[in-house]
């Protein structure tokens, strides 16, 4: 009935003599256009290819490459929520991607690794940098002595992806065209393989290795206590983490204890002979430096000197594997002494410096040194393997040393790949829920957008016609809209089984989902996983998880 006054008081205003406009209709008032507007944007074009870009990133052929971005047409979306990874309240739920970006010992050398490793408080910040900014919406970054990698979703990979670029770049003081050709990008299941591999141990120098399950969880809290996961981050690295143990527990992968630190001492007693009778200094006292005094141990090394800045944890490790204790204001004496130094800090600066290293080996009478430097950033400064009786190991000569290790370890890597997989079928049918889900709420509702639209359009050209007639009108085009929407809808549920994470993307930039105002989006869509939550309900990680 409110449709049949709209038209009689439409009919009156236009019949009366000298009246200067079409008196607006109660549909127009309760739905301002404003609020109904398609969006239609020009889309952005697509960027050539620049001439310094490779194809191949220096990954494997076919592996997806780093891109410099291109504009993006974004819209500022509230700051509320976006540190718990959720959606801002009234925000419309989209259909993210999920991308890793990073360097690794495959793809680049010890020299360029350390000018992007990142310390757990410079870790914090800049994940914290990350989720600041418009394009990304959760972020987990993960920096070990082989590898920095970030783990981002965000509504546009493009983009996203030249954000990280550039501040890694920024890190290693060079452009960003210059690291495209050593970082590697995958996204959606093939980044959920890659980082499922890596806590896994296979995508370690050591293959197997059992230490970096420690650090992709300890890194994934620390973005959870940071407040930047959320619900693809959470559930990705619960799932890394729970493909690592599956790996460990059901491969022989996990009964080896093999590391960098071991792999280390091994290389030390092919390069001066028997260890037992040696002195040797390890720097540090963290996780690294417990792993070497360990396998100096077994080794049966007794002279042990182990130097730190805190005093307390040095004297623990010395206690616990025999041997001195000291500051690192004793090093230089120590070192007098010692056949090898293993350095295993985390400091950001050399520890050993070219010049003071000439002063001490003139104390040494020619007695030759091993210095064996497993940290990232160096502990030992570059130029100091040129002084005579001074020979440098790092972490680019531990990856030939491993290689080795790789051939004798092949065949469980396979059956370890397998329950890789296993988890990545898993947890590619979730992530497709996520995309299907949302996207069927938002592609009926920019329809009935559609409708409500020509219908107000059309509001004033129904003077003459009846109010069953304007409901039957109203009825056929939501028949329209419905019938035209079936098959999508189907076939968008269907690629729920199929993972098809990349076409629903697809089909969102067609019908311009992502666009709608917020006004009209509601959050519906937001709604319909309860997997769309604050990170703040995650609940803490059990160490038996």
């Known amino acids: 009935m409110r449709r049949c006054a709209a038209v009689s008081a439409a009919s009156q205003a236009t019949s009366q003599p000298g009246a200067a406009q079409r008196q607006r209709s109660p549909r127009h008032d309760r739905n301002p256009p404003s609020q109904h507007r398609l969006c239609r944007r020009r889309l ?75 310390t757990a408080n410079e870790a914090e910040r800049f994940v914290r940098e990350l989720v600041a900014t418009d394009e990304l919406r959760e972020a987990v970054v993960i920096s070990t002595c082989n590898r920095t990698e970030a783990y981002i979703v965000a509504r546009n990979s493009v983009d996203a992806e030249s954000v990280l670029l550039s501040k890694l770049a920024g890190r290693a003081g060079i452009r960003p065209t210059e690291l495209v050709d050593i970082v590697y990008s995958p996204r959606n299941c093939d980044a959920a393989r890659h980082l499922f591999s890596v806590t896994a141990g296979l995508d370690s120098m050591i293959v197997g290795e059992n230490e970096v399950q420690g650090q992709v969880r300890r890194s994934y809290e620390a973005a959870l206590a940071a407040g930047t996961t959320g619900p693809f981050t959470n559930r990705l690295f619960r799932a890394a983490l729970q493909a690592g143990k599956r790996v460990r527990s059901e491969t022989a992968l996990g009964t080896a204890r093999v590391s960098i630190p071991s792999i280390a001492v091994a290389l030390a007693q092919e390069t001066v002979g028997d260890l037992e009778n040696r002195n040797v200094v390890v720097i540090g006292a963290g996780e690294t430096a417990e792993l070497t005094a360990r396998a100096l141990a077994d080794q049966g090394v007794t002279t042990l000197f182990v130097a730190n800045r805190r005093i307390e ?68 400064e570059e130029g100091c393997g040129d002084i005579p009786g001074v020979r440098v190991l790092n972490m680019d000569d531990l990856q030939t040393a491993a290689a080795r290790n ?82 999508p809808t189907i076939r968008t549920k269907a690629l729920e089984q199929g993972g098809g994470h990349g076409r629903i993307a697809v089909l969102r930039e067609l019908f311009g989902l992502d666009e709608v105002p917020e006004e009209s989006a509601g959050s519906s869509a937001a709604s319909a996983d309860p997997e769309f939550g604050q990170a703040a309900e995650v609940r803490p990680l059990r160490r038996g998880s």
């Not at 819209?75 to 990874?85: D, I, S, V």
């Not at 000291?326 to 950001?348: C, H, K, N, W």
């Not at 396979?414 to 889900?437: H, K, N, P, Y």
């Open 313 to 380: 944890r040095a004297r623990e490790l010395a206690q616990r594997f025999g041997g001195d204790v000291g500051s690192l204001e004793e090093l230089p004496q120590r070192m007098i002494d010692a056949d090898i130094v293993v350095a295993s800090t985390s400091s950001p600066h050399p520890i050993i410096g070219v010049s003071e290293l000439e002063q001490m080996m003139e104390s040494r009478d020619g007695k030759p040194l091993l210095l064996i430097d497993i940290a990232v950033p160096r502990d030992i």
């Open 406 to 487: 790789l051939e004798v370890r092949e065949g469980e890597r396979d059956q370890a790949g397998e329950i890789v997989e296993d988890e990545i079928e898993r947890f590619s049918g979730w992530m497709a829920q996520q995309g299907a889900t949302p996207t069927i709420a938002a592609l009926r509702e920019h329809g009935s957008a559609i409708v409500e639209q020509v219908l107000a359009e059309n509001d004033g050209r129904w003077e003459s016609a009846s109010s069953r007639d304007v409901v039957r009108v109203e009825a056929i085009a939501r028949a329209v809209m419905q019938r035209l929407l079936h098959e």
């Open 44 to 118: 952005p074009r697509i960027p050539g290819h620049t001439a310094d870009l490779r194809r191949d990133h220096g990954g494997p052929r076919g592996a997806p490459r780093a891109r410099v971005g291109r504009a993006a047409c974004s819209r500022k979306r509230a700051q509320a929520g976006k540190f718990a990874g959720g959606f801002a309240e009234g925000e419309r739920a989209s259909v993210s991607e999920l991308l890793a970006i990073g360097i690794s010992h495959k793809t680049a050398p010890v020299a360029l690794r350390e000018r992007v490793a990142l």
